[in-house]
Nanobody
Framework: AVWLVESGGASVQAGGALKLSCKMH????????IAWYRQTPGKEREAVAA????????VYSGSAKGRFTVSILNANNSVYLQINSLQPAGTAIYYC?????????????????????WGQGTQVTVSS
């Protein structure tokens, strides 16, 4: 089974921080490139960061470096996204997705169409 479930989204003030969680089936966790994306109404999903948990090395989009941090917890089959210094532009639905593991190293993780499965998303709202 391939399932991913995001949680941790909330409404926060600008300057605040959140830690989002993506829990998944063990097989998904061990065998896939897991990426975080975000999406605002009317726009395409934007890649934020990705990691292959079995051989952890995180990659970040240019806009994500510095404020986003990905971590994992093997015991929970979970990938986390720490977001610091949130700004209103960060308001979006945040998704995690699973793709073939090689996409974590080839740059394919930045292409939403290559992902086989997605979670339902978690809403982050940042007010000024």
């Amino acid at each position: 089974a391939v399932w991913l479930v995001e949680s941790g989204g909330a409404s926060v003030q600008a300057g605040g921080a959140l830690k989002l969680s993506c829990k998944m089936h063990r097989t998904t966790y061990n065998n896939n490139c897991i990426a975080w994306y975000r999406q605002t109404p009317g726009k395409e999903r934007e890649a934020v960061a990705a990691i292959y948990p079995a051989a952890p090395r995180t990659v970040y989009s240019g806009s994500a470096k510095g404020r986003f941090t990905v971590s994992i917890l093997n015991a929970n089959n979970s990938v986390y996204l720490q977001i610091n210094s949130l700004q209103p532009a960060g308001t979006a639905i945040y998704y995690c997705g699973a793709a073939k593991q090689r996409f974590c190293y080839s740059g394919g993780w930045k292409k939403a169409g290559l992902f086989q499965s997605w979670g339902q998303g978690t809403q982050v709202t940042v007010s000024s």
